[in-house]
């Protein structure tokens, strides 16, 4: 193959924006593909990013804000559809409403259903919120959509960022812009950094899961704890880890008191916690669909209970062997190839279905008992700040692991969410505790309620 064919063969794999006879549609990337096939309204694979304003929210301007936002953020405003060999998003041809919020976010939002959008915004009293599904975008790319949006409101709203939006300010803010959108930022990222010839990374063993009574349908428990930003890093450094090691340390030390305190043991004797990276710190990418992975710190409890300042030591070195840019490309080189492999392009649809929960099942979260994800400070511009109470980031539901953790820090405030399908709290008693017994100061605080689905006017 020639120098030229094969940079076009390539540009076929990164490129997700098509062009047809029947008009123009995007493919999903690497990360999204498997995603319609194991969501559900329940499992909606939605993640959560929300705001407190100082003020209540005006939804005229807040609508006037989205409809800004998606004209320039365009591969957002899409819905699912099914294709004969793939899943492939449509662009809408409406903008998107306003929904009012609920304290069980995340449910009754099912993507395979026709005309659902991959996104919902919500907004009630000072509340704004986004929700994404994972099929679209990660953290990086949902917080930009995100920050977009409440950045467009407060312009509209008469008030100064006192810095500039945009590039050569704050490029993690896409200000409306009369520039075609660049391709860079819904590529797919996966394949433009697409190893060749590395070896598969071992297939992980199975981990212990919770084992818990569901909560009622269309429930979704959140239990927040606000931390003083400052006393968790010092606790960190005091322990010469970093701060999201430290929390990977609390949370397997609630699961293997868990696993302990269950009688019989569990037959699973692996406890492991996943930690998402974002791929964007190893592999220079603009993207804003999906491009992270995820590091797996894991204790096999045959060895007996470890003390807490065993598993910090342990958690740390963990992470240090595992977030490695080469040990990192082997599970690049798994995940991308086989959307590059030509039998696996022609098998029905159908078919791919059943061997993508197949293949979740064996490389998803049959491996992990929980995650912990850590987003790191949340910036916004110094004429904006003051208009914001709080941020919150709020963890996709899974049947599965049953309860997740997901973490951002605003000022001198560090918000962890809770997200749980379960009706037991004793994972997040126990890790608050652990916190409260290093010596931090904690507010704990829940919400709890039925689903709503009504459009705001």
């Not at 903008?95 to 026709?114: A, T």
Request: aromatic share 10%; proline share 6%.
């Amino acid at each position: 193959m020639s120098a030229n064919r094969r940079r076009i063969h390539e540009q076929r794999f990164i490129h997700t924006r098509r062009e047809d006879e029947a008009g123009e549609w995007y493919a999903l990337d690497n990360a999204a593909i498997i995603m319609p096939a194991l969501t559900n309204e329940i499992t909606t694979g939605l993640f959560r990013f929300e705001a407190e304003l100082a003020d209540p929210v005006d939804l005229e301007a807040m609508k006037t804000a989205l409809d800004l936002t998606v004209r320039r953020m365009p591969y957002f405003n899409v819905t699912l559809r099914r294709g004969l060999f793939w899943y492939y998003f449509e662009p809408c041809n409406t903008l998107p409403p306003i929904y009012s919020d609920s304290p069980s976010p995340c449910q009754k939002w099912d993507i395979n259903w026709r005309g659902t959008r991959m996104f919902r915004v919500r907004g009630e009293q000072h509340r704004v919120a986004a929700e994404f599904s994972h099929a679209m975008t990660d953290g990086t790319g949902g917080l930009t959509f995100f920050k977009t949006l409440l950045s467009n409101y407060f312009l509209l709203r008469g008030i100064d960022p006192g810095a500039q939006l945009g590039e050569g300010g704050w490029s993690d803010i896409l200000v409306s812009t009369s520039r075609r959108v660049p391709q860079e930022e819904f590529e797919d990222a996966y394949q433009r950094h697409f190893p060749k010839g590395l070896p598969f990374p071992e297939t992980g063993l199975k981990a212990f899961h919770l084992h818990a009574e569901p909560l009622s349908k269309g429930q979704y428990r959140v239990i927040s704890g606000v931390l003083s930003t400052s006393e968790a890093l010092a606790e960190a450094k005091r322990l010469n880890v970093s701060l999201t090691e430290l929390l990977a340390a609390v949370y397997l030390d609630a699961l293997q008191q868990i696993w302990f305190e269950t009688k019989p043991h569990p037959r699973t004797p692996l406890i492991a916690v996943e930690i998402p990276i974002n791929l964007r710190a190893l592999f220079p990418s603009r993207t804003f669909r999906n491009f992270s992975l995820f590091v797996l710190i894991n204790e096999d409890m045959r060895l007996g209970m470890r003390s807490f300042e065993d598993l910090v030591r342990r958690a740390h070195y963990q992470m240090k062997l595992e977030y490695d840019r080469m040990s990192i490309a082997k599970h690049l080189s798994r995940n991308a190839g086989s959307a590059r492999s030509l039998v696996v392009r022609i098998v029905p649809l159908g078919i791919k279905n059943v061997f993508a929960r197949i293949f979740f099942a064996k490389f998803g979260e049959s491996m992990l008992s929980g995650f912990i994800s850590n987003l790191g400070p949340m910036t916004m511009p110094p004429g904006f700040a003051p208009h914001i109470r709080t941020f919150g980031f709020i963890p996709a539901p899974s049947l599965t692991t049953m309860t997740n953790a997901s973490m951002v820090s605003w000022g001198d405030s560090l918000i962890i969410n809770f997200g749980s399908l379960a009706q037991s709290r004793d994972l997040e008693r126990l890790f608050f505790r652990r916190l409260r017994n290093l010596g931090l100061h904690v507010s704990v605080s829940c919400r709890l309620e039925e689903e709503t689905h009504a459009v705001l006017p």
